[in-house]
């Protein structure tokens, strides 16, 4: 099949080239003629682990497209994948305006009969608001809500090994038609109408986000009381109405879909006349983590001005190069404004982290140049590697020897015995 994808970022790009290697031809456009130019080469415009090799290998294949005309694209394509980003209001609503955009250009240009997928998530009736842009053009459209749930960091693998696909539609065949172009995944795929398929993608987000403020709560509550979250939450996912997932306790969360998307639907319920309160604990909570980790430096080192401070990690979470919400960039910038020298490191992250905070902080080049001389190290992203840190190395190299865990890697036995204050959360 001949697909289109509008935009080429986590979403569109990842659908792109998966669809690609199912063996679909694919038209990838962005506005931007830098990104297209990469593209083009083979070279990945964000992290993102395996990517980088099937780009390459669809690229040669000739099944990769990609510019940043919008017309020659959809026209030579029966499918219109809409893959823009929705970013969040002041009001915490969506930010449409890229999605009318787009579907505006749609119903301009276009020549043929086509099938518009909305892949990014929207609120509810966003579809049949793209319908009615659209429908201004002669031919027919037809609009399915088929949110994406891909993972950063393990985008790829959801991609092929997703758990569902779903498809919102007013036309059966219609969702028949979109259900066949992931055939050969076997990915459980569901059918429902438009509306549904847009509210589950929220209410999905949402409730994972309750699940890491509740467990987070938890362990504020471990604190207290002298129990191990770790050992609470383990004992909670083995009963398999609960699982394992998203039960980590840690700093927060953050990235470009749990902030926005809770956001987003505790103002689709404000709009529709209706009190979501446990979102709002969800929001609080979540705002709460961040300080107490900086309190937290606070009562060890007493006044922060002069102080150094290493933030080891500056994606919102491991395998990405994202760092929208992540807590990371919050602390360097209170420990910035305390008049702390913060010293900072990611392996992937340091450049984005670099364009948006400059001279906030000190880009070090590797962990052990981060931690040398500090007087305290937080942990904010939970980088496999940093376990594998000589930290008997880095103990030596600081001048006041307290970490604090802010996503429970490490062992609080080993870090004592190497002789560091070790602060983890709840435990």
């Known amino acids: 099949m001949k697909i289109s994808i509008i935009g080429t970022g986590y979403v569109g790009l990842v ?18 003629p830098e990104k297209i130019e990469k593209l083009k080469k083979g070279q990945q ?47 915490g609503g969506a930010d449409l305006s890229a999605v009318k955009t787009v579907a505006k250009q749609i119903a301009k240009v276009a020549k043929r009969n086509l099938i518009v997928i909305d892949k990014s998530t929207v609120p509810i009736g966003t579809a049949r608001m793209v319908q009615s842009i659209l429908n201004k053009n002669k031919h027919k459209f037809e609009v399915v809500s088929s949110p994406e749930f891909l993972r950063e960091g393990k985008a790829v693998e959801d991609f092929f090994h997703g758990d569902r696909l779903l498809i919102g539609a007013d036309n059966k065949q219609t969702a028949k038609k979109v259900a066949n172009i992931y055939s050969k995944l076997k990915t459980h795929k569901m059918i429902t109408d438009l509306e549904t398929a847009e509210l589950t993608k929220y209410a999905s987000n949402a409730f994972l986000a309750t699940k890491i403020s509740f467990i987070n709560e938890i362990a504020n509550l471990c604190e207290k009381v002298g129990a191990n979250v770790e050992e609470v939450a383990y004992g909670m996912g083995l009963d398999r109405r609960i699982n ?34 446990i979102l709002k604990a969800v929001l609080d909570v979540n705002e709460r983590q961040r300080k107490l980790v900086y309190n937290k430096a606070k009562k060890e080192l007493g006044s922060l001005k002069g102080k150094t401070v290493t933030i080891l990690g500056l994606a919102f979470k491991d395998n990405t190069d994202d760092i929208r919400e992540s807590p990371a960039i919050d602390l360097i910038k209170w420990f910035s404004k305390a008049g702390s020298k913060v010293k900072a490191y990611d392996r992937e992250a340091q450049e984005n982290s670099k364009m948006l905070l400059k001279d906030k902080a000190t880009w070090s080049k590797n962990p052990y140049d981060a931690c040398k001389n500090s007087q305290l190290v937080i942990i904010a992203t939970e980088w496999p590697s940093f376990k594998n840190l000589d930290w008997a190395k880095i103990k030596r190299s600081m001048k006041k020897k307290v970490i604090i865990d802010g996503k429970n890697l490490l062992s609080r036995d080993k870090m004592e015995k190497l002789g560091f204050k070790y602060i983890g959360v709840g435990k």
């Open 45 to 91: 415009i964000f992290y993102e682990p395996g990517l980088s090799k099937l780009l390459k290998k669809n690229l040669k294949k000739n099944r990769l497209h990609f510019g940043t005309d919008l017309e020659e694209a959809i026209n030579n394509t029966d499918y219109v994948f809409i893959c823009v980003g929705t970013p969040p209001k002041k009001d």
């Open 15 to 32: 659908s792109a080239v998966g669809l690609a290697e199912l063996g679909h031809e694919i038209w990838g456009v962005n506005r931007s």
């Open 244 to 277: 394992q997932y998203f039960l980590n306790a840690g700093i927060g969360y953050g990235g470009s879909c749990f902030p926005k998307d809770v956001k987003a639907l505790n103002h689709i319920s404000k709009v529709n006349g209706f009190d979501f309160k």
